[in-house]
């Protein structure tokens, strides 16, 4: 698509684009993707997220990038009209059957729209509204934003290279964009009372609605994204806030991660060998750092026929296999009702999974991760956590109290950062760590960096080589290797698969995931291609 077809298509998005070049004497450039590399400190393009919605970036070396939403724009002419329909719409919907999905909704709204819409500029019939073809596809695109969609920040929650946005009272809405890091918008409410509307709302979705008698809520939205509400201005001074963590219907693969620059082959290698023989791995790191997003896509690491088993408050983690029992902790009703992830791990015990996988260890459930480790039980969590040394200090303290002596039953802990690196926002594995065990003489745990960041290169090193301990001890005993060294070997073999897929840019999150296990039955002689 180019930038003429797009506003023929879009009336407003040509009046947007003149309106722009007759102020700036600039006219941005349109692009269907956006690459990670693209120039940030002049910036000026244009991208479409779904008709009739478009984004503009526009910044320069001397002001900051901004992020501005375009869409269609309603007339002093078109505002009663659409008001005067979305009241018929809203008196007729609960006489209608329910609607359990959305797009049972639309069809609900396309057939009530029929009814009281007719083409032309006037109308003698009753409860009929006269409406031009223009404005019917403008009102019926604001009707499915309105009640369907995510109302006033419906552009945010449709853009795919957000990945957070925060809302702190009307005017100051931010995102952060996958590229451009931390950005403004032109997106706002009009009022207090319109953001608090809004509010309720999208928590009565996700099943636990504000008051000012519960201001705070948690939840998922229907389409997995994480929202996060603190209503009334008695506990958000600057007014009603909101963040949303949005989600992701197809992770990032592991590729993916090695063409960002966040792990290298060799990590992802490493890994590879460590999940497919059952280790203990916590991915962990600062908020914002990528856990989920790398927890994920190492998933299809793990046996293709395994068994996993998740537990989490919120839908997050995303297992490629089969047979895969998802959990999910419930925290409202009645307290007898109530099933916290301690009760959800205990159960996991008894299903017998080769895997179980922790969305966030906070509590008194990290117990029993361990437990399931001393019992045999192969483990998964992220974990909130900046370095082995403070993750080691969270698991012994409160509340989770994990004797120390009982830290060797984990055996690799990733962490992850995120670090701003020549004016980009950026997130690295910044090291990848061993537990050999507690040592009574040194009254400590003993740790070993296999792998470590580089910042001043980014590039990763493998001060593992010849002397990893996991891969030594552990995996080439399990694989029964009578040279224990040549385990390197199916390091460095595993490294070239997933260094050649990125070098053909086989990035899709499937297709990797088919590719390694294809692997996984017949090694190389099963690959699509050549070493």
């Known amino acids: 698509m180019t930038l003429e077809e797009a506003i023929k298509n879009n009336p407003h998005l040509g009046k947007y684009v003149r309106e722009l070049q007759e102020k700036t004497g600039r006219i941005p450039e349109f692009m269907s993707q956006l690459p990670r590399d693209i120039d940030k400190k002049n910036i000026n393009l244009v991208y479409p997220v779904g008709d009739p919605i478009f984004i503009h970036i526009y910044g320069s070396p001397k002001n900051p990038a901004k992020y501005y939403s375009i869409e269609p724009e309603m007339t002093e002419v078109e505002k009663p009209k659409y008001q005067e329909i979305l009241g018929i719409i809203l008196k007729n919907t609960p006489q209608q059957p329910?609607?359990?999905?959305?797009?049972?909704?639309?069809?609900?709204?396309?057939?009530?729209?029929?009814?009281?819409?007719?083409?032309?500029?006037?109308?003698?019939?009753?409860?009929?509204?006269?409406?031009?073809?223009?404005?019917?596809?403008?009102?019926?695109y604001f009707i499915d934003r309105n009640i369907v969609g995510n109302g006033i920040i419906e552009p945010l929650v449709r853009d795919p290279y957000l990945e957070d946005i925060h809302d702190i009272g009307k005017y100051d809405i931010f995102v952060v964009h996958k590229i451009f890091g931390m950005i403004q918008t032109n997106v706002r409410f009009s009022s207090d009372a319109e953001l608090d509307d809004w509010m309720r709302v999208m928590s009565e979705r996700i099943a636990r609605p504000v008051s000012d008698f519960r201001p705070i809520s948690d939840g998922a939205l229907p389409d997995g994204s994480r929202i996060n509400i603190i209503y009334s201005r008695e506990v958000s001074r600057r007014g009603s806030s909101f963040t949303m963590r949005k989600f992701s219907a197809i992770p990032a693969s592991v590729t993916q991660l090695i063409k960002w620059g966040s792990i290298s082959p060799e990590i992802a290698a490493y890994l590879w060998l460590c999940l497919e023989n059952g280790m203990n791995v916590f991915v962990s790191g600062e908020t914002a750092s990528g856990k989920t997003t790398?927890?994920?896509?190492?998933?299809?690491?793990?046996?293709?026929?395994?068994?996993?088993?998740?537990?989490?408050?919120?839908?997050?983690?995303?297992?490629?296999?089969?047979?895969?029992?998802?959990?999910?902790?419930?925290?409202?009703?009645?307290?007898?009702?109530?099933?916290?992830?301690?009760?959800?791990?205990?159960?996991?015990?008894?299903?017998?999974?080769?895997?179980?996988?922790?969305?966030?260890?906070?509590?008194?459930?990290?117990?029993?991760?361990?437990?399931?480790?001393?019992?045999?039980?192969?483990?998964?969590?992220?974990?909130?956590?900046?370095?082995?040394?403070?993750?080691?200090?969270r698991i012994t303290g409160d509340p989770i109290k994990v004797p120390v002596t009982?830290?060797?039953?984990?055996?690799?802990?990733?962490?992850?950062?995120?670090?701003?690196?020549?004016?980009?926002?950026?997130?690295?594995?910044?090291?990848?760590?061993?537990?050999?065990?507690?040592?009574?003489?040194?009254?400590?745990?003993?740790?070993?960096?296999?792998?470590?960041?580089?910042?001043?290169?980014?590039?990763?090193?493998?001060?593992?080589?010849?002397?990893?301990?996991?891969?030594?001890?552990?995996?080439?005993?399990?694989?029964?290797?009578?040279?224990?060294?040549?385990?390197?070997?199916?390091?460095?073999?595993?490294?070239?698969?997933?260094?050649?897929?990125?070098?053909?840019?086989?990035?899709?999150?499937?297709?990797?995931?088919?590719?390694?296990?294809?692997?996984?039955?017949?090694?190389?002689?099963?690959?699509?291609?050549?070493?």
């Open 98 to 140: 329910a609607a359990d999905t959305a797009e049972k909704l639309r069809e609900h709204i396309r057939k009530l729209l029929e009814k009281i819409t007719v083409i032309g500029e006037t109308t003698r019939e009753k409860d009929k509204v006269a409406l031009t073809h223009e404005q019917l596809k403008k009102i019926e």
């Open 294 to 393: 790398a927890l994920n896509a190492i998933l299809p690491f793990i046996h293709s026929k395994g068994k996993v088993y998740s537990v989490e408050d919120t839908a997050e983690v995303l297992a490629p296999q089969d047979t895969w029992q998802q959990m999910i902790t419930r925290e409202t009703g009645p307290k007898n009702s109530q099933v916290d992830m301690f009760t959800l791990l205990k159960l996991a015990l008894r299903s017998r999974p080769t895997y179980v996988i922790v969305g966030e260890i906070r509590g008194v459930e990290g117990s029993v991760a361990f437990q399931a480790m001393q019992a045999g039980n192969s483990v998964m969590a992220t974990f909130h956590a900046s370095s082995v040394k403070k993750l080691i200090q």
């Open 406 to 531: 009982f830290i060797d039953n984990l055996n690799v802990v990733i962490i992850l950062q995120a670090v701003y690196r020549q004016g980009a926002s950026l997130r690295r594995c910044v090291s990848v760590e061993e537990i050999e065990g507690y040592v009574e003489e040194q009254k400590g745990v003993v740790t070993r960096a296999v792998f470590q960041w580089d910042p001043i290169n980014d590039k990763h090193h493998f001060r593992g080589l010849n002397n990893s301990y996991i891969l030594e001890a552990l995996v080439a005993q399990k694989l029964g290797y009578a040279d224990k060294k040549n385990i390197y070997k199916e390091l460095e073999l595993r490294a070239k698969v997933l260094e050649r897929m990125t070098e053909q840019n086989i990035i899709d999150y499937y297709k990797v995931k088919d590719i390694i296990w294809a692997f996984e039955r017949g090694g190389v002689d099963n690959l699509p291609f050549t070493l």
